[in-house]
């Protein structure tokens, strides 16, 4: 034999178990039940309601803190004008500016009626 009818006979087999092989096979149709339709429907409509509730809780935090923010820089503000008010009250309740204040206007200080306030 000659070496291209030996190469015919080697490949026949093997060229007649690939076209049984390459054959398509034809698989069912799968078809999706109403079950499952129904299933995939309310879980699509579970995660949907799900994601707009942290939307909107996340939301009302934020609402929250601004408005906590804005309550806090008003508390600062009115501490800040509370010292400005206690250090000006420290300088108008000085003696010596009592003192001043007084001879302008034509008072004598006489120690018996003094009294002593805190």
């Given amino acids: 034999m000659s070496q291209l009818a030996r190469q015919i006979e080697v490949r026949e087999p093997y060229k007649k178990q690939r076209s049984l092989e390459s054959q398509p096979t034809i698989s069912p149709r799968k078809r999706i039940t109403k079950g499952e339709k129904a299933l995939w429907t309310l879980g699509v409509i579970t995660?949907?309601?799900?994601?707009?509730?942290?939307?909107?809780?996340?939301?009302?935090?934020?609402?929250?803190?601004?408005?906590?923010?804005?309550?806090?820089?008003?508390?600062?503000?009115?501490?800040?004008?509370?010292?400005?008010?206690?250090?000006?009250?420290?300088?108008?309740?000085?003696?010596?500016?009592?003192?001043?204040?007084?001879?302008?206007?034509?008072?004598?200080?006489?120690i018996n009626n003094v009294k002593v306030i805190k």
Avoid: C
Avoid at 95 to 108: C, L, N, T, W
């Fill in 47 to 110: 995660v949907l309601a799900l994601s707009i509730f942290i939307v909107s809780k996340q939301a009302s935090i934020y609402l929250v803190n601004h408005n906590i923010n804005n309550i806090e820089s008003k508390i600062e503000a009115a501490t800040d004008e509370n010292k400005k008010l206690a250090i000006q009250k420290t300088k108008l309740m000085d003696p010596k500016r009592i003192m001043e204040y007084a001879e302008k206007h034509g008072f004598s200080l006489n």
